[in-house]
């Protein structure tokens, strides 16, 4: 038996980190989730993962299929600040304190196939103007030649299945809008434009105007259609059933 004297009451800062680095529970680490409230969540989603793997209601698409991710990003703030250069060994410094000048709306779509995004910038997140952001993407000569074209949506204002699937099918014969369920919009591969947008294009930024920010959403666009590539998409049905398993059940 090891004497209560030999016991170190104070152990240094680094034994510490030791006992907490090899803790079998962590109490200090968290994550977070979003309960699907849908019942049929699994089912709903189901369409746009099989797109994703290149099936359509059990059949494989042909090379005459076009997938679109479309969505928009809202709140995007124009706001100006102080910012000192990085230097050897020193990161760029960002003031904490800005100036707004505004916001805008970027609308844009991804053509899963090839990664090319087309986006329009707005300050106004409207039907109107998305229906002006797909006749933009329908011209394109991939979109123009294709047997089939499916645009993957969420249940946005702008786009709400109500009315905006009702709308695809007058313009376009061949079009089909696939909805997500509600809380599905991580299941959007046109989010994941989106956080490489805001990663390096915007954050740590500083805008004088709403103009400035949209030459740098639109500079971007630019840059990342001159050397596109596809997103390399593996989450599947399968997946998707079994992280539903695993979180609480719906209240």
């Known amino acids: 038996m090891v004497a209560v004297s030999e016991i170190d009451l104070c152990p240094s800062p680094s034994t510490i980190a030791a006992w907490l680095k090899h803790a079998a529970i962590k109490p200090w680490t968290w994550t977070s989730w979003k309960t699907p409230r849908d019942p049929e969540f699994a089912q709903k989603a189901a369409p746009v993962l099989d797109l994703y793997n290149g099936t359509w209601n059990g059949e494989d698409l042909t090379d005459g299929d076009v997938v679109i991710c479309a969505d928009e990003k809202t709140a995007i703030k124009a706001r100006s600040r102080h910012r000192s250069p990085p230097g050897p060994g020193t990161p760029l410094h960002v003031e904490h304190e800005y100036d707004r000048h505004g916001g805008c709306t970027y609308q844009?779509?991804?053509?899963?196939?090839?990664?090319?995004?087309?986006?329009?910038?707005?300050?106004?997140?409207?039907?109107?103007?998305?229906?002006?952001?797909?006749?933009?993407?329908?011209?394109?000569?991939?979109?123009?030649?294709?047997?089939?074209?499916?645009w993957i949506l969420d249940n946005g204002t702008a786009h709400h299945p109500n009315t905006f699937t009702g709308w695809l099918k007058k313009q376009y014969d061949n079009v089909e809008g696939v909805h997500l369920p509600k809380g599905?919009?991580?299941?959007?591969?046109?989010?994941?434009?989106?956080?490489?947008?805001?990663?390096?294009?915007?954050?740590?930024?500083?805008?004088?105007?709403?103009v400035e920010l949209m030459h740098q959403i639109a500079g971007f666009e630019v840059l990342w259609n001159a050397v596109p590539e596809p997103f390399e998409w593996t989450y599947t049905t399968g997946d998707l059933e079994r992280l539903l398993a695993k979180l609480p059940a719906i209240a």
Not at 115 to 142: K, Q, S, W
Not at 184 to 209: C, D, H, M
């Open 108 to 150: 844009a779509a991804l053509i899963v196939g090839t990664g090319e995004v087309y986006g329009r910038c707005v300050t106004r997140n409207t039907r109107a103007n998305f229906e002006r952001l797909v006749e933009d993407v329908m011209n394109h000569p991939i979109c123009r030649r294709a047997d089939r074209v499916f």
């Open 184 to 210: 599905a919009s991580w299941l959007n591969q046109i989010e994941l434009y989106f956080s490489v947008l805001t990663r390096k294009a915007l954050t740590g930024g500083s805008f004088e105007s709403i």
